[in-house]
Each structure stands twice: as C-alpha cells, then as structure tokens.
C-alpha cells in the first residue's frame, strides 16, 4: 500500500514547499477587505524572505480535505433544474498559489492581483473540471456560476485558466 501511494501523483510539487496554517484569532470574524489587506500584507512579507521564490495562499491544501467546500455550478448556455445542478469542490487561491505548490498552468491565465472584488468575477479550475463539464471545448471564456442564476446572490464568473488537477481528499480519491 505504501508503495503504491507513494507512486500516486497527488498533482502538486511536494519539494522545496513550506506550508503553514493560519487561523484568524479573535472572537469577532474580520471582514473580508480585512481578511484580503492581512492576506496581502502577509504575503508580502513572506515574498521578501531570503530564499522565497514565490508565495500564495489557498483555502484547503492539496490531501488535506480540512475545509471541504462543494458548490452546485450553472454554466452559461446550459439550462439545468435546481435540484439537477452538477456539484463539484470549489477552492480560493490566490494569485501565484499554483505556481508556488507546484500545480501546472495548462491553459489560459493565473490570478492577478487586479482580480478582486472590484473586478469581473473570474475563476481558475482544474483539468478534471474542464474534462467533466466541457468535453471535446476550450472552456477559457465560458461563465460559470456557483448556484442557481435564480439566487439572489448569484453572478457569473469567467474562466480564465485551466489547472493541473490535484488529489484534495487523500491520495487514494479521484
């Protein structure tokens, strides 16, 4: 068994990466322009470290299904009942995340850091997203959204880049 997962690709560099898992102290949750400024300062700071090459930051790491979020998706074009939308995990990555722990940039673009709040959604996803939901197309400039367009929170999001995919939930899962 050893030897076999060990073979397994996980789909991410595992060399010459330091990971670190932070949590937010305090009793009141920061807002989210509090939480991106931290972010952004952070990663700064740690970008300007002897011998850092690179930095990013990610909701759950690769193998480590610690925080396990799944979304229900709406593609652009494709009319679904609520109750049949396609499911899939859903992750938020900063820019440089993937180049930092080693997941390839297939197709298309990384996260920039003039990609926020302010700006159109945009959104990255993996080689088995796109096989899954886009079979035979280039999904660069196909809209996704997570939910239901009926949901007031609801908005589109383009894609655009296609990532290497990764194992999130050990190295035995798909």
Known sequence: TLAALSATDPGF?????????????GSETPSDDELRSFQS???QRVRSLPGVTSAGSVLSLPVDSTVNMRSSY????????RTS?????????????????GIPLLRGRDFADS?????????????????????GEDPIGKRVGTGHPEDDDFQWSTIVGVVGSTRHHGLRAE
């Open 13 to 25: 560099s595992e060399r010459e990466a330091v990971t670190a898992q932070l949590w937010v102290p």
């Open 85 to 101: 939308l396609p499911t899939a995990g859903l992750q938020l990555a900063s820019p440089d995340y993937f180049r930092t722990i």
């Open 74 to 81: 709406s593609i652009d074009g494709r009319v679904v009942e």
């Open 41 to 43: 300062a952070l990663l």
């Open 115 to 135: 990609d926020g709040p302010a700006s159109p959604p945009v959104m990255i996803v993996s080689q088995a997203f796109a096989e899954r939901f886009f079979p």
